[in-house]
């Protein structure tokens, strides 16, 4: 069964950090390109980053850049999303997404469109407040 899970969200106050867990089950994570989304409250949900496959590039959302990285632990089957000097507006559910009937191995220019992904994890919440 095809399946991805969200962890590691949770409640830090501004500057601080977080790092975000995908972890996939019933395929292998590294044959694809992975994306990372938010949603805020009454906001739509935005892409956050996209990391390709193997040597491929990796993109950040401006928002976000230089902040947020994304690293792959192949062994583990699992993605992260290491985030940094949060600030409040950073608040929302985070989700990772994996385009596995797309079969899209590198982030392309509609790396933010959330067509471009079949599967979607249920989401790990962060809450970036004083």
């Known amino acids: 069964q095809v399946q991805l899970v969200e962890s590691g969200g949770g409640l830090v106050q501004p500057g601080g950090s977080l790092r975000l867990s995908c972890a996939a089950s019933?395929?292998?994570?590294?044959?694809?390109?992975i994306g990372w989304f938010r949603q805020a409250p009454g906001k739509e949900r935005e892409g956050v980053s996209c990391?390709?496959?193997?040597?491929?590039?990796?993109y950040y959302a401006d928002s976000v850049k230089g902040r947020f990285s994304i690293s792959r632990d192949n062994a583990k089957n699992t993605v992260y999303l290491h985030v940094h000097s949060l600030k409040p507006e950073d608040t929302g559910v985070y989700y990772c997404?994996?385009?596995?009937?797309?079969?899209?191995?590198?982030?392309?220019?509609?790396?933010?469109?959330?067509?471009?992904?079949?599967?979607w994890g249920q989401g790990t919440q962060v809450t970036v407040s004083s």
């Open positions: 990391a390709s496959s193997s040597d491929g590039p990796t």
């Open positions: 997404a994996a385009p596995y009937f797309k079969g899209t191995v590198v982030c392309g220019d509609e790396w933010t469109s959330d067509i471009e992904y079949d599967y």
């Open positions: 019933g395929f292998t994570l590294d044959y694809y390109a």
